[in-house]
């Protein structure tokens, strides 16, 4: 039963890895399309979102069978407990892979109003923050996942500034009104990227530290 036990826990941290290099890519993906004004990317960006929720329910269900079938203790529970927050964290960033996408058309015209008002910098922030918190899972890295903490505050800065930017494009030339309102409705979801990876971020200190993350503060969880 042990053995069991053990293998299905490394069936599912395979699995959380395979998600979350799935939607890595996405992300990645949807990024390419928008830098490139790629309708073929974006589409198939939409298009893999399919694989993306078939993940999820695979692995929801995965934890719901280890949780019904075991009595997990120590840091075999708080993997459990991680993983499920981490899989729907990982769920929503392949929804906002998407939504990236669905901007792509839009924005293929305006391609200098997004590099003029600084949002390529928020955007690659974001994604370097994607990239770290997937290392630091993989190898249980709990300071490459603090790293994490830092570029959120990077990515909350940029979008301050970059909505001012946005509002002088606007009003300086009417022209630019929608690209930029598509613009701002992008960047919410570039901001809710970096939210997520946060949050991954704070699953990763859990299952290494057993401390329980809330906005950068922690508390250790007694016999765990």
Known sequence: MHRHFEDELDTLRSQLIRMGSLVDEQIDTAIRALNESNLELAKFV???EERVNELD???????????????PVA???R?????MRMNSDFERIGDIAVNIAERVEALEDYYNLVERVGALEMISTARQMLTSVLNAFIHTDSDEARSV?????????????IFFNLIDEM?????MIEPAAH????????ERLADHATNIAENVI???EAKLMRHHSSSILPGL
């Open 46 to 48: 939409i298009q893999r």
């Open 57 to 71: 329910l695979t692995i929801e269900g995965q934890c719901q069978r280890i949780f019904a079938l075991t009595q």
């Open 75 to 77: 840091v075999d529970l």
């Open 79 to 83: 993997l459990l407990l991680a993983a």
């Open 149 to 161: 903490f830092e570029k959120e505050d990077k990515v909350d800065d940029f979008n301050r500034q």
């Open 171 to 175: 009003k300086s030339d009417p022209v």
């Open 183 to 190: 613009l701002m409705a992008l960047l919410r979801h570039i």
């Open 206 to 208: 859990f299952i290494a």
